[in-house]
């Protein structure tokens, strides 16, 4: 899955929540998540998504999710995760 992936899943899930569209190349990485409204519910939905895309379950404590500021942390946060769980057969 690519950044580009990711930013769309984040999009995505913005509008659902809030009713409203972003367009993806506005979610640059230095937006910061509580300027969009993006609230830590928004991140782990866009975390199920994420799970539900790569057919696997990511790995992850929710307490550093919550830490996180920006689009681009965010999408680096995904990034690892995705790195780190393997791929079934």
């Known amino acids: 899955m690519t950044r580009e992936e990711l930013r769309e899943i984040v999009q995505r899930v913005h509008a659902q929540?809030?009713?409203t569209g972003i367009v993806?190349?506005?979610l640059?990485?230095?937006v910061k998540l509580a300027e969009i409204g993006f609230q830590s519910l928004d991140i782990s939905e866009a975390a199920m998504l994420?799970?539900?895309?790569?057919?696997?379950?990511l790995n992850f404590d929710a307490a550093p999710m919550r830490q996180m500021e920006t689009?681009?942390?965010l999408l680096d946060f995904f990034l690892q995760q995705i790195a780190q769980v393997p791929a079934h057969g």
């Open 28 to 30: 640059h990485d230095d």
């Open 50 to 57: 994420v799970e539900d895309e790569i057919g696997r379950e």
């Open 71 to 73: 689009v681009g942390a």
């Open 17 to 19: 929540s809030k009713g």
């Open 24 to 26: 993806p190349a506005l």
